[in-house]
């Protein structure tokens, strides 16, 4: 049972030695290089660093969408490589949140429809999962915006819906991908406000890779990445941004 197993420390994601390839013989590329990184409970971790640095393959990796060709992952407390594909598609389901940079809302579905989505497939009952959606959106301000779809939502409402399907459920570990890339200034902080607020919790730990320096303060430590490798981690001193 995945629930059978309980945190020791304040680690959520441990990454030790992580390597990860692309194509084959002569097309090969190196992706990851021997990745060393633990994300913590309770903290939000950026990843930053240029185009082809990884980034993006290391979430990937965090999350389970893809294996590691050498190296050790534990999410949670789970080793995911032991983990048997049912297993690790209940995990994946059950504890990790992800915030797309594109938000893939499905466009028929109103928001609260949309939001209830994750819980319908944990097979929570409808009226019970359309609650609670109603619920995490009246807490992200969109009480007006509940029965709505998603083009008749702004790109800022849009992404106010991908957060709160990717918090729904309660997971442990969140992922964004680019979360503020298609916001402008204002609505980008507001966006990490709601998610420090919302995500940032002692039980739970958040992963945003970005490529936006406006956001950096938001941070509670930066992991650096160059050429499929962890160059540094900086930790930032924890102030309440306003």
Do not use: W
């Amino acid at each position: 049972m995945l629930d059978a197993i309980e945190l020791e420390n304040t680690v959520a994601v441990s990454c030790r030695g992580v390597v990860k390839h692309y194509g084959t013989s002569s097309a090969r590329a190196q992706a990851l290089r021997g990745i060393d990184l633990d994300v913590h409970l309770g903290k939000m971790t950026f990843l930053v660093g240029p185009s082809g640095s990884g980034k993006t393959t290391l979430i990937s990796v965090m999350t389970g969408i893809l294996t590691p060709d050498a190296g050790k992952v534990e999410v949670l407390g789970f080793e995911l490589s032991a983990l048997l594909p049912s297993s690790l598609v209940r995990f994946r389901r059950e504890r990790i949140g992800v915030v797309l940079q594109q938000f893939h809302l499905l466009p028929a579905l109103t928001a609260v429809e949309n939001v209830a989505v994750p819980l319908l497939a944990q097979g929570c009952a409808s009226k019970a999962a359309q609650a609670r959606s109603r619920e995490i959106l009246v807490e992200l301000g969109m009480e007006r915006q509940l029965a709505r779809v998603p083009g008749q939502l702004s790109v800022g409402e849009q992404q106010r819906v991908a957060i709160a399907r990717a918090l729904v459920h309660g997971p442990s570990l969140v992922v964004c991908d680019e979360p503020t890339a298609a916001l402008d200034a204002g609505s980008g902080r507001a966006a990490m406000l709601l998610l420090r607020r919302i995500a940032v919790k002692p039980g739970r730990a958040v992963v945003v890779v970005t490529h936006d320096d406006r956001i950096l303060p938001f941070a509670d430590r930066i992991a650096y990445l160059s050429d499929g490798r962890v160059t540094h981690v900086e930790k930032l001193s924890r102030q309440e941004v306003a």
